[in-house]
């Protein structure tokens, strides 16, 4: 049974940080491309950043720069790494394990997590 679990979010003021985790479990960690997504209420679930099971990142052009995904597949462990938050990052963050398609389509996921919350204040 795979799990996934992020951890790490809550309330920060703006230009603050924060790092997200998530755990997985049940799944040859190593060999998946991992992916965060957010969601702000009301909106899509959009995606954040990716890397890949070799190490190549991706990011999103409104966090990259500020954001840093990494992992530790010695801890079957992703991670994001948040800086200078802006108010507009405030949304729920979700981990995801690639299954294949477009890597910024919500589709090409087939295990998610269960989010964690980052608000932003002003």
């Known amino acids: 049974q795979v799990q996934l679990v992020e951890s790490g979010g809550g309330l920060v003021q703006a230009g603050g940080f924060l790092r997200l985790s998530c755990a997985a479990s049940?799944?040859?960690?190593?060999?998946?491309?991992m992916t965060w997504f957010r969601q702000a209420p009301g909106k899509e679930r959009d995606f954040v950043s990716c890397i890949r099971y070799s190490g190549g990142t991706e990011y999103a052009a409104s966090v990259k720069g500020r954001f840093t995904i990494s992992r530790d597949n010695a801890k079957n462990t992703l991670y994001l790494q948040m800086n200078s938050l802006k108010p507009e990052d405030t949304a729920v963050y979700y981990c995801?394990?690639?299954?294949?398609?477009?890597?910024?389509?919500?589709?090409?996921?087939?295990?998610w997590g269960q989010g964690t919350q980052v608000t932003v204040s002003s």
């Open positions: 995801a394990a690639y299954a294949g398609g477009t890597y910024y389509s919500t589709n090409a996921y087939r295990y």
């Open positions: 049940g799944l040859t960690f190593s060999s998946y491309t």
